[in-house]
């Protein structure tokens, strides 16, 4: 018995080992402060080109905090704060020292334009941004990525009147912690973003990258061989008692609360979609007949013996 279970734990670990190296994608690390790739649009061509600021100081730091992740909802939400700087920067600190508009995508609509006058602070307390890519039935190995696109211009009614012309360079200081996920971002260059007016937009453009916590996923890989080993061992023991001459019928209860229980083990794991997930093939399907068929033996030698008597 003892070779039996072993080899079984040993095919469990080595299958779910396989598909978590394959679903799982090494991606860059955030970290707070990375400057944010400035980016204005060519006008010949429509290919980004980079763009310096006249000056370092001269630029806008944008304060992107990923507050909440829903990937079976699609929604990451995140907080935008801005700290002007240099000639952006008004007689308060945080205040703007001219009007500008905000645009970014978000899950409710493509762009959004949030325009900000002079002399006012300039945040979003929350944005809700769609997860675009991701497999959820992959689960709990599953990556999704949600595209961000930031970009701050001039509002072109007050172009004439503002200290600069020119799109707003932007600094991106990343913060991301939320639990259950490892999140980090990578450049994203697939897409730009239109000014309205004649100058070329400024923007932030990247994909946040959210995997699953290694605790998370040695969890449910815990979870999966607990579920292969009880099964496996209820098997073993309905085989065993079926065959002897006065079988002992009370474990009958044990393996029916077992198989009902295995639904509510599978579902306390943190996160988790519905059913149907690449562990739940691997695991709590086979698990649940597994125990149906221990459960039949068993019934079937019990309902023998009765007619005997």
Known sequence: MKPLLL?????????????????????????AGVPAVSLKTSASDGHPVSSVPK????????????????PIAGELKANLRFEPRGIYRGDIPVFLSQALVLRTNSVE?????VPFEANE???????????GQG??????????????????TPTPANADVSPTLEPVPLVLNF????????????????RTLKSTDENADVFVSIDVVMVRTIAIQVFAVVIMMMMWVLSTLALLVAIRTSRLKQPDFAILGWMSILMFAFPIIRNAQPGVPPVGTISDFFSLFWAEIIVTIALILLITRWLKTASAK
């Not at 095919?11 to 970290?31: E, K, Y």
């Not at 609509?109 to 334009?113: G, K, L, N, R, S």
């Not at 602070?121 to 997860?131: A, M």
């Open 7 to 31: 080899g079984i734990c040993s095919f469990i670990l080595v299958v779910v080992l396989h598909v978590g190296l394959f679903s799982s994608i090494p991606i860059a690390t955030a970290q």
């Open 175 to 190: 913060v991301a912690n939320v639990p259950g996920f490892d999140i980090a971002y990578q450049p994203a260059f697939n």
């Open 109 to 113: 609509q493509e762009f959004v334009e």
């Open 55 to 70: 000056s370092a100081e001269d630029v806008v730091q944008v304060n992107l905090t990923v507050l909440s992740i829903d």
């Open 121 to 131: 602070p300039i945040s979003i307390p929350q944005v809700t941004f769609s997860i």
């Open 135 to 152: 497999e959820i039935d992959h689960y709990p190995f599953d990556k999704h990525t949600a595209r961000v696109l930031i970009a701050l």
